[in-house]
């Protein structure tokens, strides 16, 4: 018995080690449990797996360009996203049921459906969420604690993120930034405008 406790302490010591994830990917057909990840270069790449959860801590950068689909809890997607430290998200498509922003973290949103955003900060002059949506975007029953609706500026498709207001730190709404502004579109339809008129 003293022989096999040592083994049985070093395959689970060696199954930890050598996760799926150790090569900085979660691809089609791998889903993760407790994912933790801490480094900025590599970033953590998930494309086409799926992890109940996702810590990104220290300066950890998460890029998520897929995920296994339909959103289940153990099977598939990415369940929860947590973001702490200085953190940074790239959100390109997938589903996600939560994603939690913490103070000096950004995150960006360009794609996919994500359900709940929880952002757990005091609110600045500088946003720490940035959503890619085309305009005619609102908040959510013209509610800005509800959550934000819009489609998204890549693909067109429709997004409803419901907010979670931690009054602790400030309502969400006031660490989203959505791009791009009215101005930077009114610019841009000027722009081509003027280069219509050159031709």
Known sequence: MRRIAPLLLLACCTQVMFAGYSDGFITAGEYEFGVTWRTFDPPLIVDGG????????????????????????????????LL???????????VTEYIQIGQNTTATLKGGSINYIKTMRY?????????????????????????????????????SI????????????????VIPEPATLLFIGIGSLLLRRRK
């Open 123 to 159: 609110p600045s002059s500088n946003e720490n969420v940035f959503i890619y949506a085309r305009d005619g975007w609102s908040w959510i029953d013209n509610d800005p604690l509800k959550g934000i609706q819009g489609n998204w500026l890549d693909t067109g498709t429709f997004f």
């Open 50 to 81: 799926g992890a109940y959860d996702i810590l990104v801590r220290d300066n950890g950068r998460l890029i998520v360009k897929s995920t296994s689909t339909p959103l289940q809890r153990y099977v598939s997607g990415v369940y929860d996203i």
């Open 162 to 177: 419901e907010f979670i207001n931690d009054f602790d730190y400030g309502p969400v709404w006031q660490n989203i930034k």
């Open 84 to 94: 702490g430290n200085n953190a940074q998200l790239l959100y390109l498509g997938g």
